[in-house]
């Protein structure tokens, strides 16, 4: 493990690049080392971002990424086989299932057998070794290092990630499943990436669930992830965020949807520390279409910002956007969704909505729909919403003998699962459900079937 110190913000990592380039280079690969010196220029040039930015005013990132962080530059493989320690799995729905420990995709050659022909899972560094000009034209071309620092940061630290090939006309009938375990025992610094290449008319859904094995440890998860969706391919995308308190997650997704192209986008918060999302949809292709959703369930000191820019950059092409969030305790929720109609995108139609309950006095919520639109042919709307649980609706059910308790909660599940029931998987929506229900009820999630991790909350 390598530490880094802490005399602040990005100069502290610039530092470590400096003193352990080498080692992190060695332990990488050309695809990913070709990118890093951009990197260090665009985060010494603009720092990593603060308060102060207008996409960044409600998360604190300085606090976050000051603490002392140890990084495993050198790659010590963990020697736990998560096949057989953890299950996270959904009743009535078989996957195929992978795993990624920290940045570390855990090679288990069983779990490609079944895969078809030309489809790809596995580790990022492990196929740009052996097609070492592949990648070159994809890897860090979305992710733009000088309009985050964030991104810029990931992209100067990363050494290995997972990456998805889906060959053109593949329609896959079992979904992919990757879960995403942190595990440490010191307090630990983790840099992923992930690409996603998604073939012309091809069909896939991603099913990415994300959780934290070692509760007292913390975590600092950078997570940079590019996809690409060719010509007239569908991607239904579901994440899941099930971390622990001393969990801060910061995660960048860039989409590129190709023309006559899909995209389903679930994003699901159940339990976390911190956590800032920011999703960058941009349409390249004509009568392309996405749908994003987002559920957000927090309580204590829980914080959750989504970032959402929707770039119109072609005519012909809809957009659909619901984020609902309930608060809890002293939980934060923000929310921010910029839908952008550029000049040449006739034809464009956008809906956009936030909706959000704040169930304590103490929670607070942060909303900031915007639309910003240079083309006349357009239909586009949004709003937003903050309000508390309906009195009149906890009478009317008081009525009727449910108690105030399990009216809270049947008024609480009802308003998030809107996006639940939107998912196109059912056995994915009646577990998510279930889980949100139990999230109300016990405070906790309903964890996975099978899962010795969630057995033990």
Same mark, same amino acid.
């Given at each position: 493990m390598k530490s880094c110190n802490t005399m602040g913000s990005e100069q502290q990592y610039l530092d470590l690049y400096r003193d352990a380039g080498q080692m992190l280079a060695d332990n990488s690969c050309s695809t990913l080392n070709a990118c890093r010196e951009e990197a260090r220029r665009a985060l010494a040039g603009q720092g990593l971002p603060t308060r102060k930015s207008e996409l960044y005013r409600y998360t604190d990132v300085p606090a976050a990424f000051a603490p002392d962080y140890g990084l495993n530059l050198s790659r010590l493989e963990m020697k736990a086989d998560p096949y057989k320690a953890y299950r996270c799995s959904v009743p009535n729905m078989g996957t195929s299932l992978f795993y990624m420990v920290n940045d570390w995709f855990y090679e288990a050659p069983h779990a490609r057998q079944s895969l078809p022909e030309g489809l790809y899972v596995g580790s990022l560094r492990a196929y740009a070794d052996a097609h070492p000009h592949e990648l070159?034209?994809?890897?860090?071309? *979305?992710?733009?290092?000088?309009?985050? &620092?964030?991104?810029?940061? #990931?992209?100067? /630290?990363?050494?290995?990630?997972?990456?998805?090939?889906?060959?053109?006309?593949? $329609?896959?009938?079992?979904?992919?499943?990757?879960?995403?375990?942190?595990?440490?025992?010191?307090?630990?610094?983790? #840099?992923?990436?992930?690409?996603? *290449?998604?073939?012309?008319?091809?069909?896939? !859904?991603?099913?990415?669930?994300?959780?934290? *094995?070692?509760?007292?440890? =913390?975590?600092?998860?950078?997570?940079?992830?590019?996809?690409?969706?060719?010509?007239?391919? !569908?991607?239904?995308?579901?994440?899941?965020?099930?971390?622990?308190?001393?969990?801060?997650?910061? =995660?960048?997704?860039? +989409?590129? *949807?190709?023309?006559?192209?899909?995209?389903?986008?679930? &994003? +699901?918060? /159940?339990? #976390?520390?911190?956590?800032?999302?920011?999703?960058?949809?941009?349409?390249? &292709?004509?009568?392309?279409?996405?749908?994003?959703?987002?559920?957000?369930?927090?309580?204590?000191? =829980?914080?959750?910002?989504?970032? /959402?820019?929707?770039?119109? !950059?072609?005519? #012909?092409?809809?957009?659909?956007?619901?984020? $609902?969030y309930v608060l809890d305790g002293k939980s934060v929720g923000a929310f921010a969704g910029r839908v952008l109609v550029r000049p040449d995108a006739q034809k464009t139609e956008s809906v956009e909505t936030n909706s959000n309950l704040c169930v304590s006095p103490d929670a607070h919520m942060y909303t900031q729909p915007m639309l910003e639109i240079y083309a006349d042919d357009v239909k586009c709307n949004h709003g937003s919403t903050v309000g508390q649980i309906d009195e009149a609706a906890l009478f009317y059910m008081a009525q009727r003998g449910v108690s105030p308790d399990e009216a809270r909660l049947l008024l609480q599940h009802a308003f998030v699962n809107e996006v639940i029931s939107r998912i196109e998987l059912p056995a994915l929506r009646d577990r998510l459900s279930l889980m949100v229900e139990q999230r109300f009820r016990y405070a906790s999630s309903a964890g996975c079937a099978d899962c010795g991790l969630c057995k033990t909350r």
């Open positions: 070159g034209q994809y890897y860090a071309r *979305l992710a733009d290092v000088d309009a985050d &620092g964030v991104t810029a940061l #990931n992209t100067l /630290l990363s050494q290995d990630g997972l990456l998805i090939i889906v060959p053109d006309g593949l $329609k896959l009938t079992v979904p992919l499943q990757v879960v995403n375990l942190l595990h440490s025992s010191v307090n630990l610094m983790t #840099n992923r990436r992930t690409l996603v *290449l998604v073939g012309d008319g091809a069909d896939v !859904s991603l099913l990415f669930c994300n959780h934290t *094995l070692d509760r007292d440890v =913390q975590f600092l998860n950078t997570h940079v992830v590019e996809t690409y969706v060719g010509r007239g391919a !569908s991607l239904h995308w579901y994440d899941i965020e099930e971390t622990e308190p001393a969990t801060h997650t910061f =995660q960048n997704e860039y +989409i590129s *949807l190709d023309a006559g192209s899909r995209l389903e986008h679930v &994003g +699901i918060t /159940l339990r #976390n520390g911190v956590s800032r999302h920011t999703r960058r949809v941009t349409f390249r &292709g004509e009568h392309s279409s996405a749908s994003l959703l987002g559920g957000v369930v927090a309580t204590g000191l =829980q914080h959750v910002d989504n970032h /959402l820019v929707i770039d119109h !950059s072609v005519p #012909n092409c809809q957009s659909d956007i619901l984020y $609902k």
